[in-house]
């Protein structure tokens, strides 16, 4: 366990930012979100980010390859390339750090996503464990510990320090290079604050959320249940609820045709949007209420189904705290699950 | 507010039981005390969960315009601004007037959430407001803050606590807050250089993530196939590919709802990225007032405004453009 006192914590962020880009919570004064920490930002490990960490393994916009022709009228196909450097990923909490789990059986199994694997790869990643949960946060619902959750460095906010607890050999490697800067500390100085942490979470409005009546084997019965109706009616469709998720990972392939070429792009999309897998014959999902539903019924009942009983939900609470009009998951947990509102 | 929210909740059941109309469309309580959602309730007995509190601050009018082809009746609870939005609708066809009943409810002010956990409190388990104080308890324990320094920014410069289209009024003696100049802002950003403006911009609007939150809940924009959804209209985008795309999606919104806009303030209060996108068209809305006259659009129904409404005395386009911008 090593430490370093928090008035100094910049040191630790420009030493790391010498070698490599280092991605962290960064306050630019209306929002939290996550960014390439450059000397100056104000990083802040005690807010919630607006968007989550998948921004580092998963941008909302990327380029993936670029078409042209030559003298000679032939096409040239330009494949981008991939990550090829290492960067770390600072202040995740047990929540982002569970749902980056919930992308790699996405994006890491056949066929191999290749942009998001070297990404992962490259990843240093700094778990964070929450000192100050919100009122929005119900992450013990799916079994997470947000005391102390499980990147290649733990990191702990205790009074005026932050610890460091390496657990894989590339933590190993990114603490040793900083030990000029780090104190030695005890491994029972953080377990005060890990109990605390733990208590709050039993005080949280939320906490008693459950997932009973959700999960693999419901499928029929919930998607044909009569409350999708008048949860839809308050959803505008917006999106934000997808774009702030850490766990959303539905993108769109399109092709840019400016005056050099083709570039192929991705970008985010999102279930709840209109023209979400348009096809030639137009869309499958023509109202607001089957957009609503696939999204809930993809974290709660599809996911399961597929992945052992997973859930594609891990409680952050973003959806809960930015959805313009207040509808989001735990309403809908609540209404049609074992717990009712 | 309880008070008031009692006599809503029995005036609504009254229409529904009397079957005046089908649905009634108001705020749902919510798990915290600042989260209620716009819900339509159809059955007396949801009507128990029926709340009108200090954080009805979304404007239920847009809600209408997907009702345009039903053939029920719906009524509406419509705090004093929401009602510009409701005449603006009328005026452009996008609601069907003889199928809504308009309840003006009083309103002394809504309040943001995002302000009271900007001030570094979390952990929100109840609030409660008296006339200008705000008590907030939290599970770390509890604050005090002054009511003014956590309104909503509509209701900052609120235009007053008169509903301009109603079928019946209750509460709406309740005073609205004393508003602060509306156009400081704009006459701020209108005194910068070109380059500090841009630089001011691009600031907040490279935060943008294009959820579309802003226009999805934007009572003016009602179109039913947005441009920027449509496949076929070549500008189709689901995510800012530039930073000169994240500007082109809000300067062309703005234009769009130019004199359509009657500064409700949906488009900042739903950003999740905390944008003052209100700004874009309040600077329109102080430009169209100096070129053409003081105009608010929505204050009466059916009215033209000055955009399409041609007349001998407009400013001409070129003296805008040789004064830059001054008429
Ligand atoms: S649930 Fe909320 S955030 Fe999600 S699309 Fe609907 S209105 Fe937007
Ligand atoms: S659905 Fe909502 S609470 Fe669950 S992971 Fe996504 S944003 Fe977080
Ligand atoms: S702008 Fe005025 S009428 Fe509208 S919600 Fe705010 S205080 Fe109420
Ligand atoms: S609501 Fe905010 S983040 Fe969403 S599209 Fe509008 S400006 Fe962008």
Partial sequence: MKKIALAKIDSLL??????????????????????????????????????????????QCENMSKFSRDQDNKIIIDKLETCDKDFVVMGVRGCDIKAIAVLDKVFLSEPVDTFYAARR??????SLSCSKPEETCFCTTFGIDPAQPKGDVEMYIVSDYAYFNTVTAKGEKLISSLNNLLENAKDSDI???????????????LHDVTTDGWGAGVLEEMFNRPEWEQLSSSCIGCGTCTYVCPTCQCYDIRDYNGSNGVTRYRCWDSCMKSDFTMMAHGNNRTTQLQRFRQRFMHKLVYSPANNDGEFSCVGCGRCVAKCPVSMNIVKVIKTMGGEKL | ????????????????????????????????????????????????NLCYN??????????????????????V??????????????????????????????????????????????????????????????IYGDSKLAKKEILLGKCEVCRGNVHVIFDELIGEELQTPKPDDRFEMVAKLEAMTAE????????????????????????????????????RSGIEAKANASEFEEQMFHIIRAFHVAARCTDCGECSRVCPENIPLHLLNRKYVKDINEFYGDYQAGDIAEQRNPLVNFGDDDIEPTTVSDKGGQK
């Fill in chain 1, 14 to 59: 420009e030493a790391i930012s010498k070698d490599m880009n280092l991605f962290a919570p960064v306050d630019n004064k209306s929002t939290v979100n996550y960014a390439e920490w450059k000397s100056g930002d104000v990083a802040v490990f005690d807010k919630m980010t607006v968007r989550s960490a998948k921004d580092a393994f998963f941008p």
């Fill in chain 1, 191 to 205: 377990d005060s604050a890990k109990v605390a942490t733990r208590d709050i979470m039993c005080k949280l409005p």
């Fill in chain 2, 54 to 75: 200090n954080f009805c601050g979304a404007n239920l009018s847009k809600y209408l315009v997907g009702k345009i082809t039903s053939d029920k009746k719906f009524a």
């Fill in chain 1, 121 to 126: 790869d490259h990843s240093i990643l700094i």
């Fill in chain 2, 77 to 138: 609870l419509l705090k004093p601004c929401d009602t510009y939005s409701m005449n603006q609708l009328i005026t452009e066809h996008r609601v069907n007037r003889s199928n809504i009943y308009i309840i003006g409810i009083g309103c002394n002010g809504h309040l943001n959430v995002e302000k009271i956990k900007a001030q570094g409190i979390s952990g929100i388990t109840a609030v409660s407001a008296s006339d200008d104080h705000v008590n907030i308890s939290t």
């Fill in chain 2, 1 to 48: 507010m309880q008070g008031l929210e009692k006599k809503i909740k029995d005036r609504a059941s009254e229409l529904l039981q009397s079957g005046a109309v089908d649905g009634i469309i108001g705020w749902e309580k919510g798990q915290f005390e600042y989260d209620p959602t716009p819900a339509v309730f159809t059955k007396e007995t949801g009507l128990d």
């Fill in chain 2, 196 to 231: 500090e403006r841009f630089k001011f911009w691009q600031g907040e609007l490279s935060r943008c993530i294009r959820c579309n939150a802003c226009r999805n809940a934007c009572p003016a924009c009602t179109c039913r196939v947005c441009v920027f959804d449509n496949g």
